[in-house]
């Protein structure tokens, strides 16, 4: 699939591409409550078969989207096991079975409207959790006004490629290991070694992918170590 990414960013198009998709399925699952919320309220006996079919369109769309969710994640993020990705892939398997569940119910009427507008709801809460932890990948880098326009190309970079596990130069894996003050930071050459060849302080492999030049040039990597260096390590707090 690097084929397509490579082919979006010659034309401008730099983002993941699974947020467009997901969104579908947020707008379906709260229309299908909606739908059921009014059916219950007013008594509108055809809403909850209009509930059904926003509930079997979202859960058509929820396999392309996970599908393309898999790939960013590969592509972006290099497979790294990070909290919100594990979240996600929970929140995905949730809002299958209740889908699922919503439509067996609604087409074989089981149980009453109450408790088919309850699953609707938990549907909402699921899609809810998947929106919040997707931008906390997407946007967890951008909690400080970057002017210096030689330094949001690298800001740009270590959103893409960085931020999702390294928030603010953290590290949301293990806060001992922040991006900011390892001696890997003391020059770019050093930066992009570790970056090629990630390795815990005792020098065991730990949970970080390797980068290689095919997936961040050495450019690039400057480009980020830049960012790193002048923006979070001069605006990140000392830890306690």
Not at 37 to 42: E, R
Not at 105 to 131: D, H, N, P, Q
Not at 205 to 212: D, E, I, N, V
Request: net charge positive; charged share 15%; proline share 6%.
């Amino acid at each position: 699939m690097e084929f397509l990414y490579f082919y979006l960013q010659k034309i401008g198009f730099s983002h993941p591409i699974h947020p467009a998709l997901i969104h579908i399925q947020i707008g379906l699952v709260i229309g299908a409550f909606i739908f059921m919320l009014i059916a219950l309220v007013f008594k509108r006996e055809n809403y909850p078969t209009t509930a059904r079919r926003c509930a079997v369109l979202s859960l058509t769309f929820l396999f392309p989207a996970s599908f393309l969710g898999v790939t960013d994640w590969w592509y972006f993020y290099a497979g790294a096991w990070s909290v919100a990705i594990k979240i996600k892939f929970a929140l995905t398997g949730v809002l299958v079975i209740l889908l699922s569940a919503a439509i067996v119910m609604e087409t074989k009427k089981i149980g009453g409207l109450l408790s088919r507008t309850v699953i609707y709801f938990l549907c909402v809460a699921a899609v809810t959790g998947l929106g919040y932890f997707g931008a906390e990948l997407i946007y967890p880098g951008r909690g400080y006004v970057v002017k210096d326009e030689r330094l949001k190309a690298g800001e740009t970079l270590y959103i893409a490629h960085c931020a999702g596990c390294h928030p603010k130069g953290g590290n949301s894996m293990n806060i001992e290991l922040p991006v900011v003050g390892p001696s890997h930071l003391r020059d770019p050459k050093a930066f992009a070694s570790f970056n090629r060849r990630p390795l815990r302080p005792d020098g065991s492999k730990g949970l970080m992918p390797a980068y290689p030049e095919d997936k961040i040039s050495d450019e690039e990597m400057t480009l980020i170590y830049r960012y790193v260096t002048n923006v979070l390590v001069t605006k990140r707090p000392a830890a306690p």
